[in-house]
């Protein structure tokens, strides 16, 4: 999929660097230019390692076909067909796209030992993983919307 297209979400995407890249190298902007490229919202969950308030989401009940893409940097992450309803008040999923497409880091925040889910290309904050997702990897990718664009599937297949 071309990075230019993956732009169905409401941000400064038209004019950021980030969507005309056709390489898939990883992708480092100074702060400075994260904030030209991101959404206020997008910026303070992606860079700044935020959480959307609970079932604010447009994406959290939403069942369209098509793939979930880096709202940073355009990296593909996750299908809907491995998108469930887990009843968090986030988006879930429980596969990526490719094992390569994410990283994660231990997380020691509030308190708590969680596993923080982040872009492979660019590092954004996506969420949290954890381990009471359903088969077949019993996993639940539970990820702020505001970190992500959709797809439809007919726009991701030309």
Known sequence: ???KKSNNMESNDKK???YS???TSKLEL???EWKKTLTPEQYYI???KGTERPWTSKFEKFDEKGTYYCAACGNALFRSDTKFE???GWPSFYDPVAPEAIGTQTD???FMTRTEVHCADCQAHLGHVFNDGPKPTGLRYCLNGVALQFVPEEEDDE
């Open 1 to 3: 999929m071309d990075k």
């Open 16 to 18: 950021s660097p980030v």
């Open 21 to 23: 890249r056709t390489d």
């Open 30 to 32: 100074k702060d400075e």
């Open 46 to 48: 992606a860079r700044m």
């Open 86 to 88: 887990s009843g968090c």
């Open 108 to 110: 020691r925040k509030f």
